[in-house]
């Protein structure tokens, strides 16, 4: 484990679930400050780890499967404030096309191994395509990987996902 606490700053998806739709979201970049380490395609900043397990058979676990990460943010490296100016290529869509939507998901962990970021699935109506993102309306969102599946985002009216999170977007015929 890494003794150096660093800031990231990120974008995440955002969503709103009152009545407001003719009203945009913003993105704002969040910052997260922590112990910060590379996996693949993603970091993990830990707010808190368990430092040294007690029992020998949490030892051997803890080599193998790396330490229990008590509190901590999973972010998608093309999320970080600092490499999300490059847009994924996106299909002719005008407001009112619907569309499905592919897309990596910061995740907070808590009282877990490190996982990788969630892959998401969102469906809505182009409201807006703007030059670091895309907002839709009335989305339903799912979580399809890992497993199992589930539903994120309950009763949204809004998405705004950015663009830098976008794994790939179709537009229904």
Not at 91 to 106: K, Q
Not at 117 to 141: C, F, K, S, Y
Not at 155 to 172: D, G, R, Y
């Amino acid at each position: 484990m890494t003794t150096n606490i660093r800031k990231v700053q990120f974008v995440d998806a955002a969503y709103r679930t009152d009545s407001e739709t003719n009203k945009s979201l913003d993105l704002k970049p969040h910052e997260a400050c922590g112990y910060v380490t590379e996996h693949g395609d993603s970091i993990l900043v830990t707010f808190i780890q368990r430092m040294r397990p007690t029992s020998l058979y949490a030892r051997i676990v803890a080599l193998i499967l790396g330490p229990m990460v008590v509190k901590g943010l999973v972010i998608p490296k093309n999320a970080l404030h600092t490499q999300n100016d490059t847009p994924v290529e996106l299909p002719e869509m005008v407001e009112g096309d619907i569309v499905s939507v592919t897309w990596a998901d910061v995740v907070y962990i808590a009282n877990n191994r490190f996982r990788q970021a969630h892959t998401m699935r969102t469906r809505g109506v182009v409201q807006e395509v703007r030059n670091n993102d895309i907002v839709l309306r009335n989305p339903t969102t799912k979580r399809i990987w890992p497993f199992p599946r589930r539903e994120h985002a309950h009763n949204a009216t809004q998405m705004v996902l950015p663009l830098c999170l976008i794994k790939s977007i179709k537009v229904a015929s």
